[in-house]
């Protein structure tokens, strides 16, 4: 075959915090480090694809590409505003991905936003408008609780409230349900369950942690829609280890080591893999498999 398609390797959930002209706290990120990590990843030959279409294992992404999910924490004013005309303002994450999606024709622009109640800073009147200028324009919502407490040792019911408190916002502002929660700080409630669904009010399809190395395919075994590894965007820098265990460092492994890497073959109703890999392959996805 032409291109060495995996579609059992490995996937970048990358993980976004504060988009900043100049970063002042930990997990800050410049709009140029945006700007230069996304043009990496436009010309390494990856195309973002949603949280949600990522846990369903449904995405469409060329031939010899590979997927990547781009990931936006706490939705903070420097991911996303509208200026008067109703275009995105310069320098947010939202207008950075545009561009590079711009100049780097095959770089779908879109990325899935983690929402509490700072809501971008917009207020109750602004927020539908810019929530579903989202919407519109491909990008996901997903949940990430009111108020950004750790959800470890917390009660059923204060977990409860805090996702679903967010779930009730989210759709009385957009008419819609979100698909996929993050959890704040990664820490995860005493029952899991208690995070997945709340009956009528809110049920994921997946939740993801903070993390430190990319995601195992949704088509492995393994795979785990409940703990889905998430890879924190920042330079081979001392700090929580980043010189191995951050998007720079992930970044350069998986372009020297391609074989571990998810390369899509191009058709999104088969699964593509070395036989090699076969018994790693999840049980239902057999009858779309193809083993070379
Ligand atoms: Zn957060």
Not at 268 to 288: M, Q, S
Request: include cysteine.
């Amino acid at each position: 075959m032409a291109v060495k398609a995996n579609e059992l390797g490995q996937v970048p959930v990358l993980m976004y915090h504060r988009i900043v002209p100049k970063p002042e706290m930990s997990l800050d990120r410049s709009t140029k480090e945006l700007y230069d990590e996304l043009t990496r990843l436009a010309k390494g030959g990856y195309v973002p694809v949603t949280a949600a279409e990522f846990v369903n294992g449904v995405f469409n992404v060329p031939a010899g590409r590979h997927p990547v999910v781009l990931t936006f924490d706490d939705s903070t004013p420097g991911h996303f505003a509208l200026d008067a005309a109703g275009n995105p303002k310069p320098d947010t994450a939202v207008a950075i991905i545009l561009r590079v999606a711009q100049e780097n024709p095959g770089f779908r622009p879109t990325a899935t936003f983690y929402l509490n109640k700072e809501l971008f800073g917009m207020d109750d009147t602004q927020a539908p408008a810019g929530l579903n200028w989202l919407r519109r324009h491909g990008f996901e919502l997903g949940n990430h609780t009111v108020s950004h407490p750790s959800l470890a040792g917390m009660p059923e019911k204060r977990v409860q409230d805090e996702i679903g408190g967010m779930e009730d916002r989210i759709v009385r502002l957009t008419g819609a349900h979100t698909t996929t929660f993050a959890y704040p700080f990664g820490a995860v409630p005493r029952k899991k369950a208690w995070a997945e669904k709340e009956n009528g009010r809110y049920a994921f399809q997946g939740i993801f942690l903070a993390g430190w190395r990319p995601s195992i395919s949704p088509f492995d075994e393994d795979f785990d829609r409940w703990n889905i590894d998430r890879v924190r965007s920042e330079g081979k820098i001392k700090e929580n280890d980043c010189t191995r265990y951050c998007s720079t460092a992930w970044l350069e492994y998986l372009d020297k080591n391609p074989d571990e890497r998810y390369t899509s073959d191009g058709d999104p109703n088969t699964v593509t893999f070395p036989r090699t890999a076969e018994d790693r392959l999840a049980k239902g996805f057999r009858g779309r498999a193809r083993a070379y």
